[in-house]
T-cell receptor, first 114, second 109 residues
Framework: ETGVTQTPRHLVMGMTNKKSLKCEQHLGHNAMYWYKQSAKKPLELMFV???????ENNSVPSRFSPECPNSSHLFLHLHTLQPEDSALYLCASSQDSYSNQPQHFGDGTRLSIL | GQQLNQSPQSMFIQEGEDVSMNCTSS?????WLWYKQDPGEGPVLLIA?????ELTSNGRLTAQFGITRKDSFLNISASIPSDVGIYFC?????????FGAGTRLTVKP
């Protein structure tokens, strides 16, 4: 139990579907992150939120839309995805976004695009 | 952005052997982190290093923060089958955090 919970754990969707990934952290952290993990590649940072404000967006296509309603919850809304978007999507949280405190990860959502 | 060079990419060892892996970067980091990821799960923090030269242990794991602040290593002593997984290094400099591509460890009983 890492204190970061992601749902669903697995998701299969067609390219025209709309779905959302959910992340919840129980660690009292102020920063939350979305990462994409593809096979044999380093983790790719997608979005960073600090106190519910987006502080970083690493040139992610608009078909990925994040939402952070409060410091404990983070969503990733998916729409019109492509096959190359199939990957493990990891959520993480940390005390804040600017210090050296480590990030703690959830178990991810395994996304498959048909 | 700048990624970390993590080596080796994979290791196949016999149970009981010691393991060593490392990460290097052209950039300076203020924090070095080592994570382990088991199949179907997210990365779990093993060791965090905050000072150049720092040597920290967590059970059979030992990690060091390089003096130049551009590298770190992780050693696992007397490996056991449950050490199997992917080990990631990460360097953090303020808001910037970079990951290595991982070292996949296989332990043969």
């Amino acid at each position: 139990e890492t204190g970061v919970t992601q749902t669903p754990r697995h998701l299969v969707m067609g390219m025209t579907n709309k779905k959302s990934l959910k992340c919840e952290q129980h660690l009292g952290h102020n920063a939350m992150y979305w990462y994409k993990q593809s096979a044999k590649k380093p983790l790719e940072l997608m979005f960073v939120y600090s106190l519910e404000e987006r502080v970083e967006n690493n040139s992610v296509p608009s078909r990925f839309s994040p939402e952070c309603p409060n410091s404990s919850h983070l969503f990733l809304h998916l729409h019109t995805l492509q096959p190359e978007d199939s990957a493990l999507y990891l959520c993480a949280s940390s005390q804040d976004s600017y210090s050296n405190q480590p990030q703690h990860f959830g178990d991810g959502t395994r996304l498959s695009i048909l | 952005g700048q990624q970390l060079n993590q080596s080796p990419q994979s290791m196949f060892i016999q149970e009981g052997e010691d393991v060593s892996m490392n990460c290097t970067s052209s950039s300076i980091f203020n924090t070095w982190l080592w994570y382990k990821q088991d199949p179907g799960e997210g990365p779990v923090l093993l060791i965090a290093l905050y000072k150049a030269g720092e040597l920290t242990s967590n059970g059979r794991l030992t990690a060091q923060f390089g003096i130049t602040r551009k590298d770190s290593f992780l050693n696992i002593s007397a490996s056991i089958p449950s050490d199997v997984g992917i080990y990631f290094c990460a360097g953090r400099g303020g808001p910037d955090m970079r990951f290595g591509a991982g070292t996949r460890l296989t332990v043969k009983p």
